[in-house]
């Protein structure tokens, strides 16, 4: 476990770096938290640390965006919180993303629990001020 304070967004770069540390071995990579705890925003912030060139937005509505590493390889971010049931993730082919070996970056996992493999890293960012998060890494 590893824990990560975050004062304010411009510390959002080096908390990313040290979360890609713990990425090699991991593809599959959950974050939990509130609405507004800043899931997102830090997922922006990792995906600029990957090489990401490309807008990252939120899925909200589309449940999955597709974007490309700094060597060209897939990053997938999903966004489960509108879903009513694990069966709407397996329509959209959501195992088959998991099982790909590429780096899936999953909000809101809880509401997929069942189709998730054991082997995941789980980052919870909790609000510790206005501004201010923790993020807690477990795997």
């Known amino acids: 476990m590893l824990r990560v304070d975050i004062p304010d967004v411009a510390a959002l770069p ?20 509130e609405m507004g705890a800043g899931k997102t925003t830090f997922i922006k912030a990792l995906c600029a640390s990957l090489g990401v060139r490309e807008e990252v937005s939120s899925p909200t509505f589309s449940l999955v ?10 990053i997938y971010h999903f966004d489960f919180y509108r879903l009513n049931s694990p069966e709407e ?3 959209i082919g959501a195992l088959e993303y998991f099982d790909s070996g590429y780096l899936c970056l999953i909000e ?16 919870t960012l909790s609000v510790t001020g206005p501004s201010a998060r923790e993020l807690i890494i477990t795997n």
């Open 65 to 74: 965006n597709e974007y490309r590493d700094a060597q060209d390889r897939p």
């Open 89 to 91: 993730a397996l329509e």
């Open 14 to 33: 080096a908390a990313a770096a040290q979360v890609r540390a713990f990425l090699a071995g991991h593809s599959i990579v959950c974050f939990e938290g």
């Open 108 to 123: 809101w996992p809880s509401r997929i629990e069942p189709l998730l493999p054991n082997d995941r890293l789980l980052l």
